[in-house]
Antibody
Framework: EVQLVQSGAEVKQPGESLKISCKGS????????IGWVRQMPGKGLEWMAI????????IYSPSFQGQVTISADKSITTAYLQWSSLKASDTAIYYC????????????WGQGTQVTVSS | QSALTQPRSVSGSPGQSVTISCTGT?????????VSWYQHYPGKAPKLMIY???KRPSGVPDRFSGSKSGNTASLTISGLQAEDEADYYC????????????FGTGTTVTVL
């Protein structure tokens, strides 16, 4: 079974750093893109960025370029989303998604990671 | 890239049909046949329901169908069932300098 399993909920203070993870299993991790999608409280979905673990090729939405960093460690089939200095506005649920190369849909989705930034 | 426009909510009785629209521009929905739809129960992982405008992944009931005309894509749920009550999001490939993909604003389907 193809699965994306994300790390657990996080509560952080403004200015702190954070790295959340997404572990893929049941498929060839290096042959699919992994993306990240944000859902702020009471809001819709926003596409953030995507990475190809096979060669670490990355594409960011301009809205998130410079705000977050995505990476992947193919040796442990895990992708990451990280912040160097969190803001209250980063409070959201973050989903990782899998995308086939050359295709334009996301399947499956991870279960989501709740990130809460509050002083 | 602005979010694609969806109605905030639609509703129908069991057995009826409902249609959710997803309006974009010629730079996204109208420019490519790469619209997908996702069903989202709050607190759960979203699920792919339709891809490439009208294709259904295996396991998705044929009550769900997709179409597109110009800059507007649509998701139709026929024979509405109680378990269809959820949020639905469209997504389009955009390939612009502003964003590679853009999601819709989301629609809550209520089964009366």
């Amino acid at each position: 079974e193809v699965q994306l399993v994300q790390s657990g909920a996080e509560v952080k203070q403004p200015g702190e750093s954070l790295k959340i993870s997404c572990k893929g299993s049941g498929y060839s991790f290096t042959n699919y893109w992994i993306g990240w999608v944000r859902q702020m409280p009471g809001k819709g979905l926003e596409w953030m960025a995507i990475i190809y673990p096979g060669n670490s090729d990355t594409i960011y939405s301009p809205s998130f370029q410079g705000q977050v960093t995505i990476s992947a460690d193919k040796s442990i089939t895990t992708a990451y989303l990280q912040w160097s200095s969190l803001k209250a506005s980063d409070t959201a649920i973050y989903y990782c998604v899998r995308k086939n190369d050359g295709k334009n849909w996301f399947d499956p989705w991870g279960q989501g990671t709740q990130v809460t930034v509050s002083s | 890239q602005s979010a694609l426009t969806q109605p905030r909510s639609v509703s129908g009785s069991p057995g009826q049909s409902v249609t959710i629209s997803c309006t974009g521009t010629s730079s996204d929905v109208g420019g490519y046949n790469f619209v997908s739809w996702y069903q989202h129960y709050p607190g759960k992982a979203p699920k792919l329901m339709i891809y490439d405008v009208s294709k259904r992944p295996s396991g998705v009931p044929d009550r769900f169908s997709g179409s597109k005309s110009g800059n507007t894509a649509s998701l139709t749920i026929s024979g509405l069932q109680a378990e269809d009550e959820a949020d639905y999001y469209c997504c389009s490939y955009a390939a612009s300098y502003t964003s590679l993909y853009v999601f819709g604003t989301g629609t809550t389907v209520t089964v009366l």
